[in-house]
């Protein structure tokens, strides 16, 4: 008897839109079908087409509705714009559909509360497509804490360095406003939040925050990296800049934006020191736990290099995890979008330091290098391709509200310069 695949449609044609259409159309097409995609625009949508073996239906993203139900849904994939994500959840539920949506879940308090509410009333599904759970090296970090390695949590130091290739292109794209991504605390930190709840079995219930934008937008004349271009593309200025951003040097960011960019006027090569930038890009965060443990975190969207230092302080020892995924960004790279494997060199080093005895080193696998260390494939064969997942890694709406109430007690005491409560914020 031939298996029954899932109907899935996407909405949000742009680059991240990739992963999981390879996903559904190649890796995982013995259990999924790919039905429809919807956005807001269609060179977008005819682009991806092209990419595909076979083309589906394309649909306006404000008929999100009509190609629910013509189309015959049952799942429906969200990489749109952060800001727009609560509106196509909920269309989706109350439609009859499960959800996989890109993280953050939302933006703000009262659609993360819309969500829940209509996963609530619709018994609909959702799932938050939180990668970093699926790195085999945060998988055996979960592991070592769950089996108290180090005893009882007291405190955990997460520092997360974003590289001047990396961290500058949210300084590009619509990211640049809080109004569309909340803020990197939302956007790219709600990865980090997630994870520390997942490690400790936590949920935050203070959130403390200091933070400014140091680097990027008005500050760059200060520091001497301002030239005068709006966007780079046909700018002289911006030809030998390293901050700047050659669309049409790629045929992808060409196909999806470039030649895009006459239908709705959206230019993914902003000056990253430009005016007009509402988000920081140095934030640092205390939160205390209802396990009791704290947490001291900082972001950095301007470092020389790339990866991530945690260090975990318990009742036996101590447990310390050092990623590189880049040591260095040439000239050369800069400009470039960070998409899968770095062309600098990258190491993984987890410790355990117990008390009264020498410390030891976790033999780990082999790093990956593409897709977020390989947790993009791992991820979307739960996902999608139906493989069991006894570590709970696959992320529910519930635990999407949950990373997503760190980034917004942190923004709220960004504004008030006090310690949020984080029943202060959503339910």
């Known amino acids: 008897m031939e298996r029954t695949r899932r109907r899935i449609a996407l909405v949000g044609a742009g680059s991240r839109a990739e992963m999981f259409l390879r996903a559904v159309t190649e890796d995982h097409a013995d259990t999924a079908e790919l039905v429809a995609l919807a956005d807001v625009n269609q060179?977008?949508?005819?682009?991806?087409?092209?990419?595909?073996?076979?083309?589906?239906?394309?649909?306006?993203?404000?008929?999100?509705?009509?190609?629910?139900?013509?189309?015959?849904?049952?799942?429906?994939i969200v990489t749109s714009v952060d800001s727009t994500h609560a509106g196509h959840i909920v269309t989706a539920l109350e439609a009859g559909c499960d959800v996989i949506t890109e993280k953050p879940m939302t933006v703000d308090a009262a659609s993360s509360d819309r969500i829940l509410d209509a996963a609530e009333r619709t018994?609909?599904?959702?799932?938050?497509?939180?990668?970093?759970?699926?790195?085999?090296?945060?998988?055996?970090?979960?592991?070592?804490?769950?089996?108290?390695?180090?005893?009882?949590?007291g405190s955990v130091h997460f520092e997360w360095l974003l590289d001047v290739r990396h961290g500058a292109d949210y300084f590009r794209r619509w990211h640049r406003e809080k109004a569309n991504s909340g803020g990197l605390l939302v956007h790219k930190s709600g990865h980090h939040f997630d994870l520390v709840n997942w490690w400790l079995s936590a949920a935050p219930v203070e959130v403390f925050a200091s933070g400014r934008l140091f680097f990027y937008g008005d500050q760059g004349q200060r520091h001497g990296y301002a030239r005068e271009y709006d966007r780079a593309h046909g700018s002289d200025a911006a030809r030998d800049d390293p901050f700047a951003l050659d669309l049409a040097a790629d045929p992808k960011l060409r196909a999806l934006y470039l030649d895009?960019?006459?239908?709705?006027?959206?230019?993914?090569?902003?000056?990253?020191?430009?005016?007009?930038?509402?988000?920081?890009?140095?934030?640092?965060?205390?939160?205390?736990?209802?396990?009791?443990?704290?947490?001291?975190?900082?972001?950095?969207?301007?470092?020389?290099?790339?990866?991530?230092?945690?260090?975990?302080?318990?009742?036996?020892?101590?447990?310390?995890?050092?990623?590189?995924?880049?040591?260095?960004?040439?000239p050369q790279a800069a400009g470039l979008v960070k998409q899968g494997a770095s062309p600098e060199s990258g190491s993984v080093t987890l410790t355990i330091r117990p008390f009264w005895s020498p410390p030891y080193a976790i033999e780990l696998q082999p790093v990956d290098r593409a897709g977020h260390g390989g947790a993009d494939r791992r991820?979307?064969?739960?996902?999608?391709?139906?493989?069991?997942?006894?570590?709970?890694?696959?992320?529910?709406?519930?635990?999407?509200?949950?990373?997503?109430?760190?980034?917004?007690?942190?923004?709220?005491?960004?504004?008030?310069?006090?310690?949020?409560?984080?029943?202060?914020?959503?339910r």
């Not at 595909?52 to 015959?72: G, S």
């Not at 959702?126 to 945060?138: D, G, I, L």
């Not at 945690?310 to 880049?326: F, Q, T």
């Open 123 to 153: 018994g609909g599904r959702v799932r938050v497509a939180f990668n970093y759970r699926f790195n085999p090296v945060h998988e055996v970090v979960r592991t070592l804490l769950a089996g108290g390695e180090i005893g009882e949590i």
């Open 260 to 330: 895009a960019e006459a239908e709705d006027g959206y230019h993914r090569d902003r000056n990253v020191f430009a005016p007009g930038i509402t988000i920081e890009d140095d934030l640092a965060v205390l939160v205390r736990y209802d396990t009791g443990a704290t947490m001291s975190y900082h972001l950095t969207a301007y470092a020389p290099w790339e990866g991530y230092r945690l260090m975990v302080n318990g009742s036996r020892g101590r447990l310390e995890l050092e990623v590189i995924e880049s040591d260095h960004v040439s």
């Open 379 to 426: 991820m979307t064969a739960v996902l999608l391709g139906g493989q069991t997942d006894p570590m709970r890694r696959s992320a529910t709406a519930r635990d999407g509200a949950l990373a997503l109430l760190t980034g917004l007690a942190a923004n709220e005491s960004l504004r008030t310069g006090l310690p949020v409560p984080t029943d202060e914020v959503t």
């Open 43 to 76: 060179s977008r949508m005819d682009t991806h087409n092209g990419w595909l073996k076979n083309p589906v239906p394309t649909y306006r993203a404000t008929d999100l509705t009509t190609m629910l139900d013509r189309e015959r849904v049952d799942e429906l």
